[in-house]
C-alpha cells in the first residue's frame, strides 16, 4: 500500500507539474496576443487618442462651448519642459479627429528660472514672454529670460505650475526651519517661496 501512495502521490504531483506549465504557457500565449493585436501604446498622440476617447465628447464640447469661439489661455510657471502645453495640444488634436470638433490652446506666458530650460522652451515653444523667477510676478510684472521687465498677462484660464520640493523633501538632511503660516503653508525657503508666490500669482486671475 505504501509504495502505491507514493506512486499516486508522483502522479498528482507530476500533474500538478504539468498544469503548471500549462498554465505558464497559456499566460505567454496571452501576453504576446496583447502584443501582437496593438494593445499596448507606444506613440504619444495615440496614448491621448485613447484618454480623449474614453472621456467622451460632451465635456469636451462642454469646454469648448464655454469658451465662446476663444482659445483656452495656459500659462506655466516652474516651466521646466513645458510637458502639460504639449498634452494639451495632443489632447486638442485627438478631440479634432475623434469628433471634428476645433479646441484652439493659447500659450499665453511661461517662468522658468533654469537658463537651460529657458533655452529649451524659447527654441521649442516661443512663447509670448518667457519670465524668469516666479516670486516677482503677484506684483504684476517681472524680469524676463531676456533682462527686461514686462507686464504679466491677464486673463488666463489655466496656470499650470510644479514648484520646487526639495526644501520640503525627507530626502533632504538640510531643511530650513518652518517659518510663519503664509497662505496655508509654512515657509521653507525656495519651495514655499515659489509655491506661495503661485498661489498669490493664481488668485490674481480668480
Known sequence: RAPTKTKRAKGAKGAKGAKGAKGASSKRKIQSSKVESGKYLTKTQAIFDDLVSNVGEHPVRSLIDALD?????????????ESPVMSLHHIANAAYKHWSIKLMI??????????????????????????????????????TAYGSIASVPENVDILIAGTS?????????????KGALVDGVHGQGESADTFNSTLRLAALND
Not at 500659462?75 to 521646466?80: L, Q
Not at 500659450?107 to 516670486?135: G, M, W
Not at 520640493?165 to 538640510?174: F, G, K, R, T
Open 69 to 81: 469661439g476663444r482659445p483656452l489661455r495656459v500659462a506655466t510657471v516652474c516651466s521646466g519642459t
Open 106 to 143: 493659447e500659450h499665453v506666458f511661461s517662468c522658468e528660472i533654469e537658463p537651460a530650460k529657458q533655452a529649451y522652451i524659447e527654441t521649442n515653444f516661443r512663447p509670448p514672454v518667457l519670465f524668469r523667477d516666479v516670486t516677482e510676478l503677484p506684483s504684476g510684472a517681472g524680469t
Open 165 to 177: 520640493c526639495v526644501d520640503n523633501s525627507n530626502l533632504n538632511a538640510h531643511k530650513k526651519e
